[in-house]
């Protein structure tokens, strides 16, 4: 297994070449847009801002954030398939910089495929084992215990063409992992895939992670996919890293308003513009105790709770998730989202009068920039 270290990575791409007749408009176009975008130098556009972080052996770590944020390209710096503008990257304490793909000893997978279409799956799985010339008994074995991890020894003999989505993206997998790489690096694998089959991959990662103790490294958008996989998350935005933290740390204690309303479904209700005076805040109506240089407060729909008495406001509307639903409420001239059981959202309807409580002790605080305030 292998500790990684980031060291205050860049990476620049550089503008795009204007010259040459055909594609010249195009081109320019692309130029224009590339210079209008928030950071970018005389170099070009900088995709990624000063990286740090660790990546501890056998770790399961999520890089979650908006697409263009920097996360897939952290991953193919990691890789070896893009070199840094600046800093280093560190395999147990050795720099990798200049060290090609193939000498990492790392897989990837990205979203699609990229199965053989002419090979069965055992011979698409075994294909890099052939690559290593791995001695055929040895090769069967290692196929079949791969297959069986990943419940496809029953599909061994069909082709591609004969498979589901799930199916291929976990042979892709298998491939990947049949090496026993020290990092396993999964880029967004399962956003082609529809929710079920996602949920059912998911299942099979987090076991394989388990079983086989390899260094895990995982982008995605989703943040229910990240809060369900990692056991440590890199919540990444305008190619930084703005949160590094377990699921609970990143849910419980967001460091800004950012990573607040980004993680977690439904978002966090964010009022902002909240007035404190006397270390007391005016929220909804009630009065709350506040701490020195508060300028917005947030709370989780799963702490705004029904009560007999507290806070009035009136049901907009309600979405029934099975077990639990959103009901969407305005209270004060403000809009609020509270997640309750099905049981307590039964019979409501648009217009009714409702009374609210929210625990002082789930209120969370942030500054004028937005950066979260402890007390």
């Known amino acids: 297994m292998v500790d990684i270290e980031l060291d205050g990575l860049v990476k620049i791409f550089p503008f795009a070449e204007t010259g040459g007749v055909f594609g010249r408009k195009k081109r320019r176009e692309l130029l224009e847009r590339q210079r ?8 070009g556009v900088v995709v990624l801002q000063r990286v740090s972080a660790r990546i501890r052996a056998g770790e399961f770590v999520v890089l979650l954030g908006p697409s263009g944020c920097g996360k897939t390209t952290l991953l193919r710096l990691i890789a070896g398939l893009e070199s840094p503008t600046l800093g280093e990257i560190r395999f147990n304490g050795q720099v990798v910089n200049a060290l090609p793909p193939e000498e990492r000893d ?13 090979l069965t799956v055992f011979d698409n ?23 069986e991890i990943l419940e496809m020894e029953a599909y061994l003999s069909r082709l591609p063409a004969e498979l589901s989505g799930g199916q291929l993206q976990r042979v892709a997998i298998a491939r990947a992992l049949v090496r026993r790489p020290q990092v396993f690096l999964m880029d967004e694998p399962f956003s082609n895939l529809d929710a079920p089959l996602r949920a059912e991959l998911r299942r099979y990662v987090k076991r394989l992670h388990q079983s086989l103790g390899t260094t895990f490294l995982y982008v995605t958008h989703d943040h229910n996919e990240a809060l369900s996989l990692g056991g440590r998350l890199l919540v990444m935005r305008d190619g930084m890293v703005e949160q590094d933290g377990t699921p609970a740390e990143i849910y419980f204690q967001p460091v ?15 009022f902002e513009g909240i007035a404190v005076s006397g270390g007391r805040m005016e929220l909804l109506g ?36 099975g077990a639990e639903a959103v009901v969407h409420l305005r209270a004060a001239d403000r809009e609020i989202t509270a997640v309750w059981e099905t049981e307590q959202a039964a019979g409501l309807f648009p217009g009714q009068e409702v009374r609210l409580r929210i625990p002082r002790e ?14």
């Open 36 to 43: 209008a975008m928030p950071y970018t130098t005389n170099e």
């Open 125 to 147: 799985i075994a294909f890099p084992l052939r690559m290593d010339h791995v001695p055929r008994e040895k090769l069967e074995e290692t196929v079949r215990d791969m297959a």
């Open 362 to 375: 789930n209120l969370h605080y942030f500054d004028a920039e937005g950066k979260r305030i402890t007390g």
């Open 106 to 118: 790392v897989a990837m997978v990205f979203q699609n495929y990229s199965l053989y279409p002419h």
């Open 256 to 270: 800004n308003t950012s990573v607040a309303v980004s993680v977690g479904t439904p978002p966090m209700n964010l």
């Open 286 to 321: 009630q009065s709350f105790p506040a701490p020195a240089g508060s300028a917005a407060v947030g709370v989780r729909p799963v702490n705004v709770l029904r009560a007999a008495e507290g806070i009035p406001a009136a049901v907009l509307y309600t979405e029934h998730l």
